[in-house]
C-alpha cells in the first residue's frame, strides 16, 4: 500500500492533518524544505508523494492510491474547470467504478460565491449540498483565499457540516500574508481536515489565475519567508 494512503486511511481527527503543497510551478526543492507529506501540480503524476489530479473529472489513465477529482467546478475559467453537480456525480460514479480502490478527494470547491465575483458558477457550500445525494462516500476538497483566517474558517466550517465526512482543503491561502491568521487558519486546519495544501503562488507570468500578491513559502533566493518558516514549524 502506497505509505501516504497508509497514512490517511489511519488517521484519526486527533491527529494533526496531513500537510502538502499546492504548486502551481513544480519545484521539488520546495517539497524537500518544506518537509511536506504530499503535493500536487494541476495535472497528472506518478512521482513518490504527488497525488494527481483529473481536473474536469475525467476518466483517470490509471487507478493511483489517492487522486485529486475536480477543480473548483463551482468556479469559472481559468480559476476553476465547471461541472455541475449533477455531472460531477455521474463523473465521480464512473471513476469508482473504474478504480474501486483509490481514495478519492472530490469537489475541491471554492469557498467563494462565483455569481457575487465572476458572474458565473456559483456558492461551494451549495455546489457541495446539491452533489452529495444518492454517492457512496468519499472525501472533499474545498480550497479557501482570505485576508482573515475567520472567514476561511467560517466557510469551511460550512461546507464541512454541509458534507457531514472527511474534508481535505486541497488550496488555501492567506492574502495578506500575515502570518498570524496565516497560523490561526492552520491550526484550525491541522484539528479539522484529514489533509490541506498551501499555495505557494510560485506563479505562471501571464497566466489567468495569476494572484496579484505575494504569497511565496520560499523566497526566489531559496530561502524561506516567514509564512515558510510557519509552515513547516508549525504544530507538526
Not at 463551482?74 to 473504474?98: C, D, F, H, S, W
Not at 457550500?125 to 476538497?141: C, D, M, N, S
Not at 500578491?213 to 519567508?225: E, F, K, P, Q, V
Amino acid at each position: 500500500m502506497n505509505l501516504l494512503l497508509f497514512i490517511v486511511l489511519t488517521f484519526s481527527m486527533s491527529d494533526p492533518a496531513l500537510r502538502g503543497l499546492a504548486m502551481a510551478t513544480q519545484n521539488l526543492k520546495d517539497v524537500a524544505l518544506l518537509q511536506v507529506d504530499f503535493y500536487y501540480t494541476w495535472g497528472w503524476c506518478d512521482a513518490p508523494r504527488c497525488v494527481p489530479m483529473v481536473r474536469a473529472m475525467q476518466l483517470p489513465p490509471t487507478c493511483p492510491p489517492m487522486l485529486l477529482v475536480g477543480n473548483e467546478p463551482n468556479a469559472i475559467e481559468p480559476y476553476g474547470a465547471p461541472v455541475t453537480p449533477r455531472e460531477a456525480q455521474m463523473k465521480v460514479g464512473a471513476i469508482q467504478l473504474k478504480c474501486p480502490n483509490t481514495y478519492l478527494i472530490v469537489g475541491n470547491v471554492s469557498a467563494d460565491d462565483w455569481v457575487s465575483v465572476g458572474g458565473k458558477g456559483g456558492s461551494g457550500l451549495e455546489w457541495i449540498k446539491r452533489y452529495k445525494v444518492g454517492l457512496p462516500r468519499h472525501a472533499i476538497g474545498a480550497h479557501c483565499y482570505s485576508n482573515y483566517a475567520a472567514w476561511c474558517i467560517s466557510r469551511l466550517r460550512e461546507i464541512k457540516l454541509a458534507w457531514g465526512g472527511e474534508m481535505w482543503v486541497t488550496e488555501f491561502a492567506i492574502l495578506s500574508g500575515n502570518v498570524r491568521e496565516f497560523r490561526i487558519l492552520t491550526n484550525w486546519l491541522d484539528r479539522n481536515t484529514v489533509g490541506y495544501a498551501a499555495y505557494t503562488n510560485r506563479q505562471v507570468k501571464g497566466a489567468g489565475y495569476t494572484l496579484p500578491y505575494d504569497l511565496d513559502l520560499i523566497n526566489a533566493d531559496g530561502i524561506l519567508s516567514a509564512l515558510g518558516k510557519e509552515y513547516m514549524h508549525g504544530d507538526h
